[in-house]
């Protein structure tokens, strides 16, 4: 089901997510080889909105620990024989020690990749951020995050990004505002106009044999053209996203800079969004996923599973940045997982499910070059700050975050319906 490095290593309940997520797909699929689905978007025509970037949403299932990827080595309290004895990556200047950001702050060695992003000014981290709620359930983490109502009751079940889309009119026809590059369509964007789950869009096509293609497509569309809405607009909208993707060449496009992305699932995702950007037909926002972050046990931090899976990322991410230059200046970038690890470590050599984290943000408008932290007294991992005793907490919400992109980056003022019953504090992490 996925060839992330550290997929196997998650904990029942992420296993159990991942697996019911694989059958819930595999009925869909069943399901679309019956008949057109009722719940593609409809092709709306309105004016062109104020959006300003394409955002591309990376999420990190299973809780990225953030202590390990971006490493607070001027927190002396990382290095207590209580913490983390074999899992703390050293301070710069030791071996294996992590690549130095700002005198505090380091990458651990397997995204050294991101620094070159990083010292352009074009990447930014903010640490010891998150969702405000204490849950360390992934499924109940995912919910709250990705339907943006932290602390709330589960009432709202739309994503903040799809409530984004809602609010604000499409680019061009409105065709395809929104692809989450995965088999489903991810809480974060559930309830979006005009959106599709596309796994790989350079195979997104009419099902069935080529030679007979042209004569199926004909019945159908003459079929569809006759029903009622919404199965009238769905099938409209079906054919012409079709043709729409059909006009890319996803597979054989060519990256600039000399960009070479990995040829693992994660690394093709990121290309194809570099192909679907550059040929400008719309897509306002795009959403990835890499799993296999839940490292209960042999993490891996140097060698091994957590150190692979940030491989992927820091290559990936530091592709896509070169790749993407020449459109740096109308694009965003945006790294979340669902919660940190706990700041000890397990006697599996592992961590177990945290609080807070730290999130990545690159783009041409983003005051990158820092790391945005509020680190109490340089010394947030000391025991009696921690958060319920065991691990770091959220000094900086991560809807302050997202807010600020939202209006600042994609025009959208009305932050009170994206992110319902929640007042946020930029950081000043746009400009």
């Known amino acids: 089901m996925s060839d992330d490095p550290a997929v196997g290593q ?12 694989f059958l819930k797909h595999s009925g869909a699929t069943a399901a679309a080889l019956i008949s057109l689905p009722a719940w593609l978007p409809r092709v709306v ?12 949403v990376v999420f990190l ?24 004895p074999n899992l703390a990556v050293l301070p710069p200047g030791n071996v294996d020690g992590a690549v130095d950001l700002d005198g505090f702050f380091g990458l651990a060695p397997a995204l050294a990749p991101l620094l070159p992003a990083y010292q352009s000014g074009q990447l930014a981290i903010i640490h010891a951020t998150g969702s405000p709620d204490p849950t360390r359930s992934h499924f109940d983490a995912f919910s709250f995050m990705e339907y943006g109502t932290p602390l709330q009751p589960l009432t709202l079940f739309t994503g903040w990004l799809a409530r984004h889309l809602d609010v604000v009119p499409p680019v061009g026809n409105g065709l395809l505002r929104g692809i989450a590059l995965s088999d489903l369509i991810p809480k ?3 309830g ?40 009238a607009g769905a099938a409209e909208s079906t054919f012409a996203t079709i043709d729409l993707l059909e006009t890319i060449d996803f597979q054989n496009y060519a990256p600039s800079g000399g960009a070479v992305y990995p040829s693992n699932t994660f690394g093709q995702s990121l290309r194809s969004t570099a192909a679907l950007i550059k040929a400008e037909v719309g897509v ?16 891996g931090v140097l060698a091994g599973g957590m150190a692979s899976l940030m491989d992927v990322l820091g290559s990936t991410l530091a592709a896509f940045h070169l790749d993407m230059q020449n459109q740096m200046n109308n694009l965003t970038v945006l790294v979340m997982s669902e919660f940190g690890r706990r ?20 783009g041409g408008h983003i005051a990158g070059g820092q790391v945005i932290a509020d680190w109490t007294s340089n010394e947030l991992l000391h025991p009696d700050l921690l958060h319920e005793g065991d ?13 600020e992109i939202v209006q600042n980056r994609l025009g959208n003022t009305d932050l009170a319906t994206v992110f319902p019953n929640y007042t946020p504090t930029f950081r000043g992490i746009t400009m």
């Open 192 to 231: 979006a106009p005009a959106t599709l789950p596309i796994r790989d869009p350079a195979v997104f096509g009419f099902p069935g044999r080529f030679q007979t293609e042209a004569e199926r497509r004909a019945v159908l569309e003459t079929a569809y053209t006759a029903a009622n809405d919404p199965l």
């Open 45 to 56: 025509r309105a004016a062109d909105h104020t959006s300003t970037d394409t955002l591309v």
């Open 284 to 299: 306002e926002v795009v959403m990835v996923e890499l799993g296999g972050w839940d490292t209960h046990n042999q993490q």
């Open 188 to 190: 974060t964007l559930a």
């Open 61 to 84: 299932r299973g809780g990225m620990d953030g202590l390990s990827s971006v490493v607070p080595y001027g927190d002396p309290n990382l290095y207590s024989p209580n913490l983390r």
């Open 10 to 21: 998650g904990c029942k309940e992420f296993q159990e997510w991942t697996r019911r997520r």
């Open 391 to 403: 691990s770091l907490a959220v000094t900086i919400e991560y809807r302050d975050i997202v807010a």
């Open 343 to 362: 700041a000890d470590e397990n006697g599996s050599l592992g961590t177990d499910h945290g609080h807070g984290n730290c999130m990545f943000v690159m």
